[in-house]
T-cell receptor
Framework: SQQGEEDPQALSIQEGENATMNCSYK?????LQWYRQNSGRGLVHLIL?????REKHSGRLRVTLDTSKKSSSLLITASRAADTASYFC??????????????FGTGTQLKVEL | EAQVTQNPRYLITVTGKKLTVTCSQN?????MSWYRQDPGLGLRQIYY???????DKGDVPEGYKVSRKEKRNFPLILESPSPNQTSLYFC???????????FGNGTRLTVT
């Protein structure tokens, strides 16, 4: 089963509005990462938040992490049409047998309309 | 320009015909990984490599092989492709297994 589950699966907003996507996970993590994917293209890393951090900012992006609830949220402020993409959370956790493993969720499809 | 290069971008083949998808990175990354992306299932890891000559199975390794003879290259080999391997494949690299990944642009494979 997926470690990270995004919610909602799809989101449609107007340009200028804020978009919030949520990610829930099941096990303890080292860090949580958010990625963006334009249709059919490779994923692009947006932001990484470590397990001992609660909030992180990067430009119009704000990520929060609540390890007690095993959840994270990605907020995109003042959205633009160019933000239209799929957004994935990925959790980094210990792998059975040693080492670490990055597990991706199924993503949120964001559509920003003019 | 720092990048991960996959080839080919699109591939249509028939069941049982061996194929190789190449992946090369120019960032001197030690960690490389292959994923497949299927609707509703997200990205699932096929194989990964911590360094040259060190490879290991991911979540869905059946039907795939990899090799890591040089640091920059990490080819994905399908010895006998089957229709259930029709998917969008991504190669990725990073400094370590829990560092941000750099992805290639993907290879869309269709097996008939």
């Amino acid at each position: 089963s997926q470690q990270g589950e995004e919610d909602p699966q799809a989101l449609s907003i107007q340009e200028g509005e804020n978009a919030t996507m949520n990610c829930s996970y099941k096990t303890s993590i080292n860090n949580l990462q958010w990625y963006r994917q334009n249709s059919g293209r490779g994923l692009v890393h947006l932001i990484l938040i470590r397990s001992n951090e609660r909030e992180k900012h990067s430009g119009r992006l704000r990520v929060t992490l609540d390890t007690s609830k095993k959840s994270s949220s990605l907020l995109i402020t003042a959205s633009r049409a160019a933000d239209t993409a799929s957004y994935f959370c990925a959790t980094d956790a210990r792998r059975t047998g040693g080492g670490n493993k990055l597990t991706f969720g199924t993503g949120t499809q964001l559509k920003v309309e003019l | 320009e720092a990048q991960v290069t996959q080839n080919p971008r699109y591939l249509i083949t028939v069941t049982g015909k061996k194929l190789t998808v190449t992946c090369s990175q120019n960032m001197n990354h030690e960690y490389m990984s292959w994923y497949r992306q299927d609707p509703g299932l997200g990205l699932r890891q096929i194989y990964y490599s911590m360094n040259v000559e060190v490879t290991d199975k991911g979540d869905v390794p059946e039907g795939y092989k990899v090799s890591r003879k040089e640091k920059r290259n990490f080819p994905l080999i399908l010895e006998s492709p089957s229709p259930n391997q029709t998917s969008l494949y991504f190669c990725a690299s990073s400094w370590s297994e829990n560092s941000p990944l750099h992805f290639g642009n993907g290879t869309r494979l269709t097996v008939t």
